[in-house]
């Protein structure tokens, strides 16, 4: 299954049967482990595949760096912004 959501609602089967089934709970509890990993790897899978992260961009993504900004405000004369 490769729906998060779908994960969890196995874990919380997995959990009711764990409450009811005394005798096999242990079992029921590591099922519902189980799930519960899956869906967290899905979930983290899903956010990386749509959140491609800070340096996709490149560095320097705004308007100039430090060196740019400081250099252009020694040749006018004036403090850079940045000092």
Known sequence: MNDPIGCRDM???????????????????????????????????RFHGEHAGPMTMGPNSMEGDRRTLRRASQLEGKNSPLE
């Open 11 to 45: 874990e919380l089967l997995c959990r009711h049967r764990a409450t009811f089934n005394i005798q096999h709970s242990w079992k029921w509890l590591g099922e519902a482990e189980r799930w519960k990993d899956l869906a967290d790897c899905e979930t983290a899978f």
